[in-house]
């Protein structure tokens, strides 16, 4: 199922007392509809999913969805290492009236292959919901393999992955062994256009908070077939796209959106605000 080139995986705006600002909220999700983004993760990890309570994930939805009235889709993060917590907040999400549901893989218990296709198979069975599998091990320290992507992908809602595993022999394999209708995105801003040249779909961004319109221009002359032109603006890009993981994301792009004059507040502990090393060096990239 294709969602669109670019998802923007959107930071959670927090006001001086760290509480969610829904006028932020919807200040945020217009700036980056108009700047090139095709669709929205809501509490995914980039939104500081670990911190949100359940009840704020359920406001932020509703949030969300009422913002975007139908225009363009709403993914919800609803995944979690608790199989069941995920189903109540799938069946939560889904009677709110997103579009879609981002699933991580199973952090910190390290469930095995098998328990991996169960747990995303129980989630699939209690929704009729769209459903994007995410595999990010940096992150989880579990690894989604390809054969289990594979299997996954045979189930009807199960229709996409987001793909953080950095492992273009994988992600070619995942591509060519999956239906055509399975999309394949790319969860790392730089192996976006390598991902585009093997059959990717597109790509779930942090840094389209901050170079959104660039980012959709580099697809457009990729999709036109201006490869040279795409990679030219890939290369120039390069150095934003690695620089806003400087630090613990989302603290970077949060800084980097403050000094562009959108205000989101900064990110809730155990995350720390960039240093003022850091964030010179980011004001140095974004000039």
Do not use: C, W
């Not at 998802?7 to 001086?16: C, I, K, N, W």
């Amino acid at each position: 199922m294709n969602f669109g080139q670019l998802l923007t995986a959107m930071v959670t705006p927090f006001d001086e007392n760290n509480q969610i600002d829904y006028e932020k909220v919807t200040d945020l999700m217009h700036y980056l509809i108009d700047n090139g983004s095709d669709g929205l993760v809501i509490a995914g990890t980039t939104g500081e999913s670990p911190t949100l309570t359940y009840e704020e994930k359920i406001s932020l939805f509703k949030h969300a969805v009422k913002v975007a009235d139908g225009k363009y889709p709403i993914i919800a993060g609803t995944g979690s290492n608790n199989t069941v917590d995920s189903i109540q907040l799938t069946k939560a999400a889904e009677e709110i009236g997103v579009d879609a549901l981002l699933l991580v893989t199973p952090y910190y218990n390290k469930p095995n292959q098998a328990g991996l296709y169960q747990h995303f198979t129980a989630i699939a069975e209690a929704t009729k919901l769209p459903i994007m599998l995410y595999n990010i091990p940096g992150r989880t320290m579990v690894h989604l393999n390809v054969e289990t992507i594979i299997e996954l992908s045979k189930i009807d809602n199960i229709v996409s992955v987001k793909e953080s595993s950095g492992n273009l022999d994988n992600i070619a394999k995942i591509i060519e062994e999956t239906d055509d209708d399975f999309t394949v995105y790319s969860g790392d801003d730089s192996l976006t256009l390598p991902m585009k040249s093997i059959g990717g779909a597109g790509v779930v961004s942090v840094a389209s908070h901050i170079i959104g319109n660039e980012f959709k221009n580099m697809l457009i002359k990729f999709d036109s077939g201006d490869v040279k032109g795409a990679a030219r603006l890939h290369r120039k890009l390069l150095p934003i796209m690695q620089g806003l993981f400087m630090a613990p994301s989302p603290a970077p792009v949060k800084a980097a959106l403050r000094m562009k004059g959108i205000d989101v507040g900064h990110v809730r502990l155990p995350l720390v605000n960039v240093s003022e090393a850091e964030e010179q060096l980011i004001r140095d990239l974004l000039s």
